[in-house]
């Protein structure tokens, strides 16, 4: 595992097509951005977790059934910075 130290507004490129930017920090939450080609699924661990967990049951955004998982990017705002 590969760990970094970020500050707010500093990101990584993952693949060169994986950004991953931290957006903010309060208190023990660190909120972060992430943009990926819309082909790549991007799922917080526990929705992932979940899925495992219950076979053949897969949920979209508005929580009925559903045989695809749905893309979980999120759009940054700007272009990714090169710092």
Same mark, same amino acid.
């Given at each position: ?10 990101? +990584?490129?993952? $693949? *060169?097509?994986?950004? +991953?930017?931290?957006? *903010?920090?309060? %208190?023990?939450?660190?909120?972060? @951005? ?5 082909? +790549?699924?991007?799922?917080?661990? =526990?929705?992932?977790?979940?899925? /495992? $967990?219950?076979? @053949?049951? %897969?949920?979209?955004?508005? *929580?009925? =059934? /559903?045989? =695809?998982?749905?893309? $979980? $990017?999120?759009?940054?705002? *700007?272009?990714?910075? =090169?710092?």
């Amino acid at each position: 595992m590969l760990v970094l130290t970020r500050k707010v507004d500093q990101g +990584i490129v993952i $693949a *060169g097509n994986i950004y +991953i930017r931290v957006l *903010g920090v309060e %208190r023990d939450r660190v909120k972060i @951005g992430i943009a990926a080609p819309k082909e +790549i699924p991007v799922l917080r661990q =526990e929705l992932l977790d979940r899925e /495992n $967990a219950e076979p @053949g049951i %897969r949920k979209n955004r508005t *929580g009925s =059934e /559903n045989s =695809e998982v749905p893309s $979980a $990017a999120t759009a940054l705002d *700007g272009a990714p910075s =090169e710092s």
